[in-house]
């Protein structure tokens, strides 16, 4: 199943009959939000268990057709990755550590029974989209292009086994900032009777199906007027795990920074691991460990706990500023974003950015 390291693909490019006309491009890329703007093209690669990946193609983004008793549709094997392409000061678009998505990614379709996609092929994808795309870079505060690489299990048949035939995708999407900057901190509700994923399970794995699952803790959340719910662990209802698509830190008066360590029921985000190298590096203390939404609390109301934040790549880093579970509300520090989440934000959109040097190789320029 593990496909050739080095392997590379020749890209067709498939010209575009009609691309958005560039007025209507500039107006959908003045105030992109998020994930509903999607650029002019995508790549498209396909697998079949007899040839490998083969048949990769640059060309224009417009519907699939696929037969009903596509896989994927029944027994969802289907996993993804979400990555930005930025704009340095100096006018580069580059891409932040993409080949940690491209790892990530072949982790995760190790769980799912997928083929691996060579890294090479991978960043190359990606790469290759956004050059083709770049004038769809939106030219906002915080704008960047959102990019989705993607695959999922396309054969036609019904038997449960891992499918022979797959395709990977790469969709674009301008955004600008997930949550504005500034915006006051999300308030998140603890959920105590769902969870996300359970030892053993596809929790550290970037499937749709994880997804599928929260959406009801998560409207849950929001029907209790939440932003987003936070998941505990699924053995003991007790120690705090992530968010439906957020890894979460926690910052003390004594200067240490706690994160919940990764058992395999939580998402290893790239923002994540960013996050802990720079924390690091500027002398904090950084545990990986076990905490319980009681001790959150005990923590919280004692003065213990100054800071809390949520952190992935779509939204940077986003300051928790209150949390309730069944047994009632406590809110963290002042309730805003405080010192060392607007530090640690700055640093790492600063070098995203280009405007604080990369002194990791996080940063790879495309162009
Ligand atoms: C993608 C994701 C994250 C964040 O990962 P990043 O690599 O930082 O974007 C966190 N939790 C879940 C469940 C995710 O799917």
């Not at 992935?312 to 406590?330: D, I, S, W």
């Amino acid at each position: 199943m593990h496909a050739t390291a080095g392997q590379s693909l020749d890209f067709a490019r498939i010209p575009h009959p009609s691309p958005v006309p560039a007025a209507e491009r500039n107006t959908l890329i003045a105030a992109p939000g998020f994930g509903t703007v999607f650029t002019d093209h995508m790549v498209m690669i396909e697998y079949d268990a007899d040839r490998g990946w083969h048949s990769a193609t640059l060309g224009p983004r417009g519907p699939l057709s696929l037969d009903p008793a596509c896989a994927v549709l029944h027994y969802a094997q289907e996993i993804f990755e979400g990555m930005k392409a930025y704009k340095l000061a100096d006018g580069t678009m580059a891409l932040f550590r993409p080949e940690q998505n491209a790892r990530r990614f072949n982790d995760s379709a190790d769980r799912l029974a997928m083929p691996n996609l060579p890294e090479k092929v991978f960043v190359e994808a990606v790469r290759r989209l956004v050059l083709a795309d770049k004038d769809w870079f939106p030219m906002v505060e915080g704008g960047s292009i959102y990019l989705r690489p993607f695959m999922f299990a396309s054969e036609a048949f019904l038997g449960v086994r891992p499918a022979k035939q797959y395709k990977f995708l790469v969709i674009a999407s301008p955004s600008g900032n997930y949550f504005k900057s500034g915006a006051p901190a999300v308030s998140i509700w603890v959920s105590e009777n769902y969870t996300r994923a359970a030892p053993g399970g596809t929790g550290a794995a970037k499937c749709g199906g994880n997804y599928a699952a929260s959406l009801v803790p998560h409207a849950n959340a929001v029907a209790r007027g939440f932003d987003q719910v936070c998941f505990l662990d699924a053995a003991e209802h007790k120690w705090i795990e992530e968010l439906g698509g957020m890894n979460l830190f926690f910052a003390f008066e004594d200067g240490t920074l706690l994160t919940p360590q990764l058992t395999g029921t939580i998402l290893p985000g790239i923002t994540r691991d960013s996050i802990i190298k720079l924390a690091r590096e500027e002398g904090l203390t950084v545990k990986e460990g076990r905490y319980s939404f009681d001790q959150w609390r005990a923590d919280a109301e004692s003065g213990h706990l100054l800071e809390t934040f949520a952190c992935g790549t779509a939204a940077v880093v986003t300051p928790v500023g209150r949390v309730a579970g069944a047994a009632g509300e406590f809110t963290i520090g002042g309730g805003g974003p405080g010192q060392l989440t607007e530090r640690i934000r700055e640093k790492l959109v600063g070098i995203q950015r280009g405007t604080i040097k990369d002194r990791h190789g996080w940063v790879h320029r495309i162009d």
